[in-house]
T-cell receptor, first 112, second 119 residues
Framework: SQTIHQWPATLVQPVGSPLSLECTVE??????LYWYRQAAGRGLQLLFY??????ISSEVPQNLSASRPQDRQFILSSKKLLLSDSGFYLC???????????FGQGTRLTVV | AQSVTQLGSHVSVSEGALVLLRCNYS??????LFWYVQYPNQGLQLLLK??????LVKGINGFEAEFKKSETSFHLTKPSAHMSDAAEYFC?????????????????FGQGTILTVHP
């Protein structure tokens, strides 16, 4: 069966520090991968999606970047965190187009 | 462009009462529709989905939803609430496979509805 791993679960980082969140998927090949951010009371916003290795599309301009160095690995990064980067970050995967997405357990990021 | 509106950011019901969470969407073509549930500090779990076929879909934990094209709605219901149903619920849409463009299964979410269940 397919599983998705996302870590760390919680993270407290100072403003201006770098960020690296990792997500890996097991049990499937060539998944579509997504990074969402959930801010309090604001639903989920799609940040990045990837349909293959090295293929990244950004949905919104921001202080973050994403990379997909391997088929089932998706990384969210920042060189310098801002206070506004705080939130709950969720990685997700799907296969094919227009099917449901399956989510990781999320990372609670607090920038102080 | 698609959008999703969930009416009511908070819904409170008594245990055993009917649960009704409202979702309306805007889309140029009939989309695929989803309901997810999120417990505190956890990821999202799929409750049910509608793609094609029967407009009344049943999901996990006794929930069901009905796609009404004329009303552009996909409301979530459960006949009898349980304390364990207390969570946040998200409605989401994505374009159908033949909509063209680069949809790639991207979901557009509503703002969420927090369901509280009182004993």
């Amino acid at each position: 069966s397919q599983t998705i791993h996302q870590w760390p679960a919680t993270l407290v980082q100072p403003v201006g520090s770098p960020l690296s969140l990792e997500c890996t998927v097991e049990g499937t090949s060539n998944p579509n991968l997504y990074w969402y951010r959930q801010a309090a009371g604001r639903g989920l916003q799609l940040l990045f999606y990837s349909v293959g290795i090295g293929q990244i599309s950004s949905e919104v301009p921001q202080n973050l970047s994403a990379s997909r160095p391997q088929d089932r690995q998706f990384i969210l990064s920042s060189k310098k965190l801002l206070l506004s980067d705080s939130g709950f970050y969720l990685c997700a995967w799907s296969v094919g187009i227009n099917t449901e997405a399956f989510f990781g357990q999320g990372t609670r990021l607090t920038v102080v | 462009a698609q959008s999703v509106t969930q009416l009511g950011s908070h819904v409170s019901v008594s245990e055993g009462a009917l649960v009704l969470l409202r979702c309306n969407y805007s889309s140029s073509v009939p989309p695929y529709l989803f309901w997810y549930v999120q417990y505190p500090n956890q990821g999202l779990q799929l409750l049910l989905k509608y793609t094609t076929g029967a407009t009344l879909v049943k999901g996990i934990n006794g929930f069901e939803a009905e796609f009404k094209k004329s009303e552009t709605s996909f409301h979530l219901t459960k006949p009898s609430a349980h304390m364990s149903d207390a969570a946040e619920y998200f409605c989401a849409v994505s374009p159908p496979w033949n909509a063209g463009g680069t949809s790639y299964g991207k979901l557009t979410f509503g703002q969420g509805t927090i369901l509280t269940v009182h004993p």
